[in-house]
């Protein structure tokens, strides 16, 4: 069972827009950044979101990142069949002197 | 460009030991904090373990905390994670990763290797 939770499914069709949310504590998303991760099986997951709402260059500003309170989302908007992956919110957590993920969520592009 | 490189995955016994290495270039590796994160067959990511750009602090999950070891060696820009007792659970593909800060509490990893695949069974 993951420290932070997110629903393991998410769809949406072409062009949509969808949110995928994140559950953590106050000693993981209450009191440190959110990072977000795309990860196909098999290769390098990627860095979406880092500090809870910033984008790295060269990551589309379809994806954005909020974070209020000990949660967050993930929104992807204008969805596209390359944005079918896997994605995993991250935080450190105080209490635990780490870094914690999410169990991930599998989102289907219909 | 930032590559890492991981090496050191194999098939071995429940309780014995692997050392992991991860070959970074593209980057001062010296600047950067460095990590591991592992998936298992069927599994989310799981972070395992991180180090600050000195190798003066190391952070440790509690699944390995006592049986891995994280270092560097900054002199030949290569990350190693030493692997002790080794468990059928230990089993997962172990991504190296470049953290986006020198210190090593952050969730950021902004560049990941390929990956490099254990397994432990008998």
């Known amino acids: 069972q993951s420290v932070l939770t997110q629903p393991p499914s998410a769809s949406g069709t072409p062009g949509q827009r969808v949110t995928i949310s994140c559950s953590g504590s106050s000693s993981s998303i209450g009191s440190n950044a959110v990072s977000w991760y795309q990860h196909l099986p098999g290769t390098a997951p990627k860095l979406l979101i880092y500090?809870?709402?910033r984008r790295p260059s060269g990551v589309p500003d379809r994806f954005s990142g909020s974070r209020s309170g000990t949660s967050a989302s993930l929104a992807i908007s204008g969805l596209q069949s390359e944005d079918e992956a896997d994605y995993y919110c991250?935080?450190?957590?105080?209490?635990?002197?780490?870094?914690?993920f999410g169990g991930g969520t599998k989102l289907t592009v219909l | 460009d930032v590559q890492l490189l991981e090496s050191g995955g194999a098939l071995v016994q429940p309780g014995g030991s692997l050392r992991l290495s991860c070959a970074a270039s593209?980057?001062?590796?010296?600047?950067?904090?460095m990590t591991w994160v592992r998936q298992a067959p069927g599994k989310g990511l799981e972070w395992v373990s991180a180090v600050s750009y000195s190798g003066l602090s190391t952070y440790y999950a509690g699944s390995v905390k006592g049986r891995f070891t994280i270092s560097r060696d900054n002199s030949k820009n290569t990350l190693h994670l030493q692997m002790n007792s080794l468990r059928d659970e230990d089993t997962a593909i172990y991504y190296c990763g470049k953290v986006y800060s020198g210190d090593g509490y952050n969730s950021a990893f902004d560049s990941w290797g390929q990956g490099t695949l254990v397994t432990v069974s008998s």
């Open positions: 500090s809870s709402i």
């Open positions: 593209g980057f001062t590796f010296t600047t950067y904090a």
């Open positions: 991250a935080a450190w957590d105080d209490s635990l002197s780490g870094v914690v």
